[in-house]
T-cell receptor, first 117, second 114 residues
Framework: GAVVSQHPSWVICKSGTSVKIECRSLDFQATTMFWYRQFPKQSLMLMATSNEGSKATYEQGVEKDKFLINHASLTLSTLTVTSAHPEDSSFYIC?????????????FGQGTRLTVV | SQQGEEDPQALSIQEGENATMNCSYKTSINNLQWYRQNSGRGLVHLILIRSNEREKHSGRLRVTLDTSKKSSSLLITASRAADTASYFCATAESFLGGSYIPTFGRGTSLIVHP
C-alpha cells in the first residue's frame, strides 16, 4: 500500500522555539494532505487541509500564524509550530490522499510526538 | 465537527472472546476506514470498506457497512491480548467541490485480558 512518512517521530523543544514536522508521500503523489492533532486519550482533530501550490485551509479555532503549513510539492507538506509553548505539546499526524481520480483513500503517517518544555 | 462516532467508548473482554465495535456517521460517505492505535503510537490502517460494499474480511477482522443506517461495525474474532488498543473509524465525506476529508470518531478503547 501507499506509504506516508512523517519526520521526526518525536521531538522535544524549548518553549519559544519553532519546530518543523515533515510529511512525505513516498510512493505516490498527493495533491491533498491533512494535518491532525491528538491530545491524550482523545480522537484526532483535523487542524488543516493542505493543497499543493496553494494556501492551506484551517479548521475553526486553529491559528494559522502559529501552525504554518507549506505544501510545496506533490510529495511533501510541512507543519511548523512557531513559538511553541507547553500547551502545544501533542501528537501530530499527517495523512495524504492519492491523486488518482476517484480514489479517496487517505494514508497516514506514523505521527510526531511534540513535547515543549 | 466529528463525523464518525464509535460505540462503545470502552470495551473489556477476555482473550478468545469476540469484540464488536460500532461506528455511526451523519452524512453521505464514499468510504469508511477502521484504524487501530496502540497507546502513544501512530495509526495502523486495518481495513477500508467502500459505500457499495456491505461486508469485508481481513484475517480475524470483519467489517460491515449499512449505508441506510449510516453505520459500520468492526468485529474482531478470537481476540488476543495484543489486540488491546484504541480503534477508530474514519469516514471520507464530501468537502467543497468533491474533495474528501477523513474525519474521525472518538474511538473505542478495547482491553483484552489474557
Amino acid at each position: 500500500g501507499a506509504v506516508v512518512s512523517q519526520h521526526p517521530s518525536w521531538v522535544i523543544c524549548k518553549s519559544g522555539t519553532s519546530v518543523k514536522i515533515e510529511c512525505r508521500s513516498l510512493d505516490f503523489q498527493a495533491t491533498t494532505m491533512f494535518w491532525y492533532r491528538q491530545f491524550p486519550k482523545q480522537s484526532l482533530m483535523l487542524m488543516a487541509t493542505s493543497n499543493e501550490g496553494s494556501k492551506a485551509t484551517y479548521e475553526q479555532g486553529v491559528e494559522k500564524d502559529k501552525f504554518l503549513i507549506n505544501h510545496a510539492s506533490l510529495t511533501l507538506s510541512t507543519l511548523t509550530v512557531t513559538s511553541a509553548h507547553p500547551e502545544d505539546s501533542s501528537f501530530y499526524i499527517c495523512s495524504a490522499k492519492e491523486i488518482t481520480s476517484g480514489n479517496t483513500e487517505a494514508f497516514f503517517g506514523q505521527g510526531t510526538r511534540l513535547t515543549v518544555v | 465537527s466529528q463525523q464518525g462516532e464509535e460505540d462503545p467508548q470502552a470495551l473489556s473482554i477476555q482473550e478468545g472472546e469476540n469484540a464488536t465495535m460500532n461506528c455511526s456517521y451523519k452524512t453521505s460517505i464514499n468510504n469508511l476506514q477502521w484504524y487501530r492505535q496502540n497507546s502513544g503510537r501512530g495509526l495502523v490502517h486495518l481495513i477500508l470498506i467502500r459505500s457499495n460494499e456491505r461486508e469485508k474480511h481481513s484475517g480475524r477482522l470483519r467489517v460491515t457497512l449499512d449505508t441506510s443506517k449510516k453505520s459500520s461495525s468492526l468485529l474482531i474474532t478470537a481476540s488476543r491480548a495484543a489486540d488491546t488498543a484504541s480503534y477508530f473509524c474514519a469516514t471520507a465525506e464530501s468537502f467543497l467541490g468533491g474533495s474528501y476529508i477523513p474525519t474521525f470518531g472518538r474511538g473505542t478503547s478495547l482491553i483484552v485480558h489474557p
